[in-house]
Nanobody, 120 residues
Framework: QVQLVESGGGLVQAGGSLRLSCAAS????????VGWFRQAPGKEREFVAR????????AYADSVKGRFTISRDNAKNTVYLQMNNVKSEDTAVYYC?????????????WGQGTQVTVSS
């Protein structure tokens, strides 16, 4: 079982940038699809972005397309989420998760989350 730890969250002004990291331990996750999700207070957890095992395929929620970029460094066993031009509606706890296939399947491993707060 892979353990995931998110980091990089914090307080950022609207229009600013932040980079989140998702680090894996326990085993390599270089063969896994990795996704980012977020959950705002009072709302359900929602998909943000995902990336294939080699970074060749990515997908984004419409709400973040053009502002967020997902990437990975398998040598460092880490996946990143670069957040640019953040908005107040991006305030949430951000989680990363892994699964086997890009477009289908259950997200099997989850991190504990990192808080992102955007001030206006």
């Amino acid at each position: 079982q892979v353990q995931l730890v998110e980091s990089g969250g914090g307080l950022v002004q609207a229009g600013g940038s932040l980079r989140l990291s998702c680090a894996a331990s326990g085993r390599t996750f270089s063969n896994d699809v990795v996704g980012w999700f977020r959950q705002a207070p009072g709302k359900e957890r929602e998909f943000v972005a995902r990336i294939s095992w080699n970074g060749g395929r990515t997908a984004y929620a419409d709400s973040v397309k053009g502002r967020f970029t997902i990437s990975r460094d398998n040598a460092k066993n880490t996946v990143y989420l670069q957040m640019n031009n953040v908005k107040s509606e991006d305030t949430a706890v951000y989680y990363c998760a892994t699964r086997t296939y890009f477009s289908i399947g259950e997200w099997a491993s989850w991190g504990q989350g990192t808080q992102v707060t955007v001030s206006s």
